[in-house]
């Protein structure tokens, strides 16, 4: 079985842009959560959704958003962005979205700002 | 807040040794799981281990075995007879049970030595 795909793998963009990162999560998992890496830093914990509904979100500003669709599949939109938003975009799903059950990762698109 | 300290940004071990990573958390919930992560240079974030707070005996998946002293909010990591393979960035990870997000350390950079 695939295992969670993002795409696009990079991506570069300039300040003031908008960006739309795809997620598709192993099948039969209804939960896909979103993280931020920066370079030399743990992941930190964007959005997660379950049955299509926002579950949880972290300290984030507004200029980021997300969706899950009835496929499970999810897209995280970040807008106006900033030098700082550089990082990898990690994409982990898993069966119901509680810690019970193992989050499996994708391997990122990493978003380069200039 | 929840809160992981990796106090270890590097660790070298020799090929075939045994080597300790450390981590510590914060939290005042009773019903969590902690993990340890590893990120090779390819990037996708593996699942090497995990432990139930409720739980008192250490978790051990071959190699990898954990040191869970929940009083001191203390989670280390043991790799036993290290591989060249085993040389990767590690994440230790907590996350509260009935919720689907994890909050991470900052990592140890582990090198293994031929």
């Known amino acids: 079985d695939a295992g969670v795909t993002q795409s696009p793998t990079h991506l570069i963009k300039t300040r003031g842009q908008h960006v739309t990162l795809r997620c598709s999560p192993i099948s039969g998992h209804k939960s896909v959560s979103w993280y931020q890496q920066v370079l030399g830093q743990g992941p930190q914990f964007i959005f997660q959704?379950?049955?299509?509904?926002?579950?949880g979100r972290g300290n984030f500003p507004d200029r980021f958003s997300a969706r899950q669709f009835p496929n499970y599949s999810s897209e995280l939109n970040v807008n106006a962005l900033l030098l700082g938003d550089s990082a990898l975009y990690l994409c982990a799903s898993s069966l119901i979205g509680q810690l019970n059950q193992p989050q499996h990762f994708g391997d990122g698109t990493r978003l380069s700002i200039l | 807040a929840q809160t992981v300290t990796q106090s270890q940004p590097e660790m070298s071990v020799q090929e075939a040794e045994t080597v300790t990573l450390s981590c510590t958390y914060d939290?005042?919930?009773?019903?969590?799981?902690l993990f340890w992560y590893k990120q090779p240079p390819s990037r996708q974030m593996i699942l090497v281990i995990r432990q139930e707070a409720y739980k008192q005996q250490n978790a051990t998946e071959n190699r990898f075995s954990v040191n869970f002293q929940k009083a001191a909010k203390s989670f280390s990591l043991k790799i036993s007879d290290s591989q060249l393979g085993d040389a990767a960035m590690y994440f230790c990870a907590y996350g509260v049970t009935n919720a689907g997000k994890s909050t991470f350390g900052d990592g140890t950079t582990l090198t293994v030595k031929p």
């Open positions: 939290t005042s919930e009773s019903d969590y799981y």
């Open positions: 959704y379950y049955e299509k509904e926002e579950r």
